[in-house]
T-cell receptor, first 115, second 110 residues
């Protein structure tokens, strides 16, 4: 059982480059979300989705795009990377609305460095 | 502005000690409070608290919520080195929005 799979695990970008962080889950979860984790700031919600075709902004959405064409996949796109986007990114999913269960299943994270 | 504040920022104890981690919050449309444990990589779920005064317990870990004073505590008794981790508190607001605190880093020495 793979759970939540994120790729790549590590990435170095130059300012202005674009890239996509991939997230896939095999648990048939409706709810998926992306967080960034910076030292001393905990996890901050970037975007989330409550089902295929539905996405919404979180706390820090600027500079990031998402789409949810299937239940399994929830990619995060950086259109023009900036040094302020250097962070560790986590994808998380839940089998129900997170307000009902609270239990998020996290991927192992993607460490992104923007030079 | 919604905020979740955890204290202390870090803590060093010896095996067998009891620790109490704190989480205070000021958010609009509060629904529930969550605790997660983060070791090397992905956070793992510990507790979800929705009602005031009802203790949740799992082995040596327990947690309680006070919705009047807007805080929660996580207790760990008889600590072990395997309890060393960052403990994250998060609040669920209406609309599936989660706000996390900055975490408490716990180190348990043998």
């Amino acid at each position: 059982n793979a759970g939540v799979t994120q790729t790549p695990k590590f990435q170095v970008l130059k300012t202005g480059q674009s890239m996509t962080l991939q997230c896939a889950q095999d648990m048939n979860h409706e709810y998926m979300s992306w967080y960034r984790q910076d030292p001393g700031m905990g996890l901050r919600l970037i975007h989330y989705s409550v089902g295929a075709g539905i996405t919404d902004q979180g706390e820090v959405p600027n500079g990031y795009n998402v789409s949810r064409s299937t239940t399994e996949d929830f990619p995060l796109r950086l259109l023009s990377a900036a040094p302020s986007q250097t962070s560790v990114y986590f994808c998380a999913s839940s089998h129900d609305r997170v307000t009902n269960t609270g239990e998020l299943f996290f991927g192992e994270g993607s460490r992104l460095t923007v030079l | 502005e919604d905020k979740v504040v955890q204290s202390p920022l870090s803590l060093v104890v010896h095996e067998g000690d009891t620790v109490t981690l704190n989480c205070s919050y000021e958010v609009t449309n509060f629904r529930s409070l969550l605790w997660y444990k983060q070791e090397k990589k992905a956070p793992t779920f510990l507790f979800m608290l929705t009602s005031s005064g009802i203790e949740k317990k799992s082995g040596r870990l327990s947690s309680i919520l006070d919705k009047k004073e807007l805080f929660s505590i996580l207790n760990i008794t008889a600590t072990q080195t395997g309890d060393s981790a960052v403990y994250l508190c998060a609040v669920i607001r209406a609309g599936n929005m989660l706000t996390f605190g900055g975490g408490t880093r716990l180190m348990v020495k043998p």
